[in-house]
């Protein structure tokens, strides 16, 4: 009997960062099935920079742009992309396993590009003042702090980067180093140091924060003389912390060697375990930067190459198949000929799979009153309407009372789905959307079957709003998670608010950064939260 192989890969690459997609690149252009698994979103922590001018044989751009297209040139080769955490891994074998929240994997090798998260500092009144004044992402949540006084600590790379793009929104930028000089270049330094909207203080440290509902006070002392000083604005200030970043490998066992969290790899960034590399901000290196996680993810593929071969010849498993051709949808003349047309034909060329996949008709009815934003849904749902038979979009009048505009993602008999959106589908929140899509359509994107279990079970009748931002990198994974729930349990229902088209929540709920989830408009939690986190934060309401 022939053996099936289908759920076999010859390469997973744990990461969705540059080096995982560098890598992925690779081992799928030498016609290596090959398998990326992220567990929050492709791009990495890159996707947060909003301006690379450094990259070789690219002039400009961001960091969401540059790993978009790694991504798409990846598929192009047959690289498979799933959203799945990976929670453990069996490397003892030929074949590996690696065991996700959803399912199990088999592989001949495995790259670890993991990744390392932002570190927190710890001073006294960080925690209680995250999303109220304390930030950690410029992109994200700069524009919360127009025109008040802010404070960046830190005095690496991302800190002289960050500081200069939030003078964008204030004149009065402070970078706290606790060093006594920078640890970037000198010509970056210098660039930082004659900017007249940035003042610089090298052996400070914040030792405290305080304000009331919002942060309005920091207290920084002189590390060498001891000398302390407040500085207070009653109107706010912000504190954007860029402390350097840990490395993703506490889930690890010890069969991985790691110096302080680090793992250790040779040249061709092998590991100590056969068949197992590491790329990236996980590993020991001297200079931490796009250009050099992408050499990282290149060399661990090719060196990868000889051994999987190896491993194909000695367990006489035939070489696996890749599929790289991809179907596109020619827009319909109505949408081309629209100047202003929200969807691009690339877009669309990224829809048409997903909508094939669908096993019911979604509605989408724009509920509208007689804002910019409402003629932007409505526009909106003209281009959907020639989209897909999958599709239908209507259109309705807002009563006076009401909060508008919004999207109402409706079942096909017309049931609520509980999930509208008052924002357009755009920037970070396009995915989303279209995740939400799917999971009314079905079969849905999977998850866990403890997480499937427990959010059936809420028997509490509960509003969720989530307030983004179209530039928030950490928004989407919250919108996805809630959008899910919703539609497992009926007694959830979520709001999903742009908070640039909707100021009033900004200022009711203290908002300074997103995403910001707000529970029956009395429980307020920031920051990026995963969908057990969420349920755990349910069950207890």
């Known amino acids: 009997m022939e053996k099936n192989y289908d759920d076999m890969y010859d390469m997973i690459i744990v990461g969705g960062g540059p080096a995982g997609l560098s890598a992925a690149i690779y081992m799928s252009r030498a016609k290596y099935k090959t398998l990326v698994l992220e567990k929050e979103k492709f791009g990495g922590q890159i996707v947060i920079t909003s301006e690379i ?59 670890l590009a993991l990744g390392a998260y932002p570190r927190q500092i710890g001073f006294k009144g960080e925690k209680e003042y995250k999303g109220r004044g304390v930030a950690y992402c410029a992109t994200c949540d700069g524009e919360f702090f127009t025109d008040m006084p802010i404070y960046v600590i830190g005095g690496g790379l991302a800190s002289v980067q960050e500081g200069a793009f939030l003078t964008k929104y204030s004149n009065n930028v402070q970078i706290i180093v606790r060093k006594s000089e920078f640890n970037v270049p000198k010509i970056i330094s210098d660039e930082v140091l004659k900017n007249p909207k940035i003042k610089v203080h090298f052996n400070t440290e914040v030792k405290e924060i305080w304000g009331d509902n919002i942060l309005k006070a ?27 970043y840990a490395p993703n490998t506490e889930w690890l066992d010890k069969s991985i060697e790691k110096d302080e969290g680090y793992i250790i790899t040779n040249m061709q960034q092998e ?14 290196k001297e200079l931490r930067q796009v250009v050099t996680a992408v050499s990282n993810g290149a060399t661990a593929a090719v060196a990868a190459e000889k051994y999987i071969t190896a491993m194909h010849e000695k367990l006489g498993i035939p070489a696996f198949t890749l599929t790289t051709t991809r179907s596109k949808k020619v827009l319909n003349p109505a949408i081309t000929q629209m100047d202003d047309a929200f969807l691009s034909q690339e877009m669309i060329d990224q829809l048409v799979p997903v909508f094939e996949k669908f096993e019911n008709k979604v509605i989408i009815n724009a509920v509208l009153n007689e804002s910019s934003l409402a003629l932007e849904m409505s526009s909106l749902m003209d281009e959907i309407d020639h989209l897909s038979d999958k599709l239908v979009a209507t259109k309705s009048q807002a009563n006076k009372e009401e909060m508008a505009p919004y999207l109402e993602l409706l079942y096909a008999d017309g049931t609520p789905s509980g999930i509208k959106f008052y924002s357009m589908p755009g920037g970070h929140e396009f995915n989303s959307f279209i995740i939400s899509l799917y999971n009314i359509a079905g079969p849905g994107k999977t998850i866990s079957a403890e997480d499937e279990a427990k959010a059936k079970s809420l028997k509490s009748k509960t509003n969720i709003k989530v307030l983004i931002s179209l530039h928030c990198t950490m928004c989407p994974d919250v919108v996805m998670a809630v959008g899910k729930i919703a539609t497992l349990n009926p007694y959830i229902k979520t709001q999903i608010i742009d908070i640039a088209h909707f100021n009033d929540l900004k200022n009711k709920y203290n908002v300074m950064s997103v995403p910001c989830m707000v529970i029956d408009d009395k429980e307020v939690y920031f920051g990026r939260k995963t969908i057990t986190q969420i349920l755990n934060i349910l069950s207890e309401v």
Do not use: H, W
């Open 53 to 111: 001018v450094n990259y070789p044989g690219v002039l400009s751009t961001s960091g969401t742009k540059l790993t978009q297209d790694m991504q798409k040139q990846a598929e192009s080769f047959g690289t498979e992309f799933k959203l799945e955490e990976v929670i453990g891994l069996d490397m003892s074998g030929d074949i590996k396993i690696v065991k996700t929240n959803i399912r199990e994997y088999r592989t001949f090798g495995i790259i």
């Open 271 to 284: 590991t100590n375990v056969a068949g197992v590399y590491a790329a990236g901000d996980v590993c020991i």
């Open 218 to 244: 920091i207290r920084l002392i002189n590390n060498k003389t001891g000398e302390e000083r407040v500085e207070k604005n009653n109107g706010g200030i912000g504190v954007f912390v860029f402390a350097g």
